[in-house]
């Protein structure tokens, strides 16, 4: 007996209805991106290997999906690298492509790559999947869909403003309330690590910073020890663990901590200036809340970070994210372009709705109408119908076999169809239509001008 076929880890397939749900979101996303003036590109599922290794850490490097060299790729692997066992080597040698990690470097990559076919500051969209080698668990995939939208070449804060308000559009239109925006600056958390004498250690403090909600305060104590952290410093941080007020009250707080920073004080003053911004502006559904122990990417994040959370109660990662990073096309020899950037997590979303029954209002990809075959002569006078419909937009189809009506009949109720349309001998001879509605049971013979109102029918 043959093997059941399966896929790998990490990856899906989806049923009509779960892509007609995903399409959903794509296009509400799609139609605020639009809104919000963002032109769409694309770019390939997989890049040049140095194109995006080393954009993401040692923790990124190792979750990018590596593509074999066509042909003989070990022909070209000397012995003594083959004998040594030593992965990294090998890998040089025998994979120069790699699917794509995220959307950001890419992004970057084609910003330099076509920059003198740009207008700056230029806003893109991006709509594609991505491939980490990761530990697949719920909301964690091999595969999924990103949903980006990024501004290069403009420093102006405006923009940060602007994309706490595009997701809380994205998110009202989902009908998605009670999702919150953590919000932090990268200055921030640079003139933290000034004042405790850690700028050296930056990255190491600020990761175990970032795993406060996960780990508790004595968690990240102990990790930022076994990073080489003085006690002193954990000691002048201890205050972070316990952050709380207003937003207003905590920028107030931050002010003083890093009154002898002025990087800090710099980042005080960017958040400043997009919480005030939109607490005089409002938002509908989604909560902004500073979180000075947010740090995400530092590897390229400079300024502003956001991470969206799902609602209370809802166990998820972070369902979207982004930030500011003012040299990130630097690594590919355009200086000083700054950019900003978020992105919303389609494949997280989707599972947060499907969790709070949130689809309710998605269009189905189910016809509206069947029309039975009862032969030759009859199934050409109903495709003739059928042209007429389609051409209105009104969903429709032909049954493809002329098998027992009872079997025909059947098929409409397991798709849901509303009306099925029988064209027998009588119809074609005197050109009408018997129409069924398949909820109530009724049924009338109406014209083909009728047909196009059949919704009015019953």
């Known amino acids: 007996m043959a093997q059941k076929p399966s896929i790998p880890k990490g990856t899906r397939d989806f049923s009509p209805t779960e892509v007609a749900k995903r399409n959903y979101i794509f296009s509400v996303i799609k139609q605020v991106f639009e809104v919000y003036g963002f032109q769409p590109i694309e770019t390939p599922s997989f890049e040049n290997s140095s194109t995006l290794m080393g954009k993401y850490g040692d923790e ?31 890998t040089s040698k025998i994979s120069e492509k790699a699917l794509r990690y995220d959307l950001t470097v890419p992004f970057a990559r084609y910003v330099v790559q076509h920059q003198n076919d740009i207008e700056f500051p230029f806003k893109r969209y991006q709509m594609q999947p991505v491939w980490r080698a990761d530990r697949p668990q719920k909301g964690r995939f091999r595969e999924f869909y990103q949903c980006d939208a990024d501004v290069v070449g403009s420093k102006g804060l405006w923009q940060e403003v602007e994309f706490v308000q595009l997701y809380d559009a994205v998110f009202s239109k989902l009908k998605l309330k009670g999702t919150t925006i953590k919000l932090n600056n990268r200055k921030i958390l640079a003139g933290i690590a000034e004042i405790i004498g850690e700028t050296d250690k930056l990255i190491d403090f600020t990761v175990a910073l970032d795993k406060l909600d996960k780990i508790g305060a004595e968690g990240v104590t102990n990790e ?17 663990f316990s952050f709380n007020g207003s937003n207003q009250d905590k920028l107030n707080q931050l002010e003083v901590m890093l009154a002898e920073s002025n990087e800090g004080l710099r980042g005080v003053e960017d958040l400043r200036f997009v919480v005030s911004t939109i607490e005089k502006l409002g938002l509908q559904s989604v909560n902004l809340v500073i979180d000075v122990t947010l740090a995400r990417g530092l590897n390229y994040y400079t300024g502003a970070i956001y991470e969206v959370s799902a609602p209370e109660g809802i166990k998820m990662g972070s369902i979207g994210g982004g930030g500011r990073y003012d040299d990130l096309t630097g690594i590919f020899g355009l200086k000083d372009m700054s950019g900003v950037g978020i992105s919303f997590g389609l494949d997280r979303i989707y599972l947060v709705l499907e969790e709070l029954n949130l689809f309710e209002e998605v269009e189905l990809p189910t016809p509206k109408i069947l029309f039975i075959n009862l032969g030759e002569a009859e199934a050409t006078s109903c495709l003739n119908a059928l042209v007429l419909l389609r051409k209105n937009n009104i969903k429709s189809e032909l049954y493809p076999e002329n098998v027992k009506m009872k079997k025909q009949f059947n098929y409409a109720n397991k798709r849901e169809i509303p009306y ?19 909820k109530t049971g009724d049924q009338k013979l109406c014209s083909l001008e009728e047909l196009l109102r059949i919704d009015t029918l019953f």
Request: charged letters at 30%; proline letters at 1%; glycine letters at 6%.
């Open 60 to 90: 990124g490097d190792r979750l990018i999906f590596k593509i074999l060299n066509s042909g003989d790729f070990l022909k070209k692997v000397d012995d003594d690298i083959l004998s040594n066992k030593d992965s990294s080597k090998v």
């Open 224 to 240: 930022m020890v076994a990073k080489g952290i003085s006690e002193n410093a954990i000691e002048k941080v201890q205050p972070l």
């Open 420 to 438: 099925v349309i029988i064209v027998g001998s009588d119809e074609v001879k005197n050109n009408n239509f018997t129409v069924k509605n398949m």
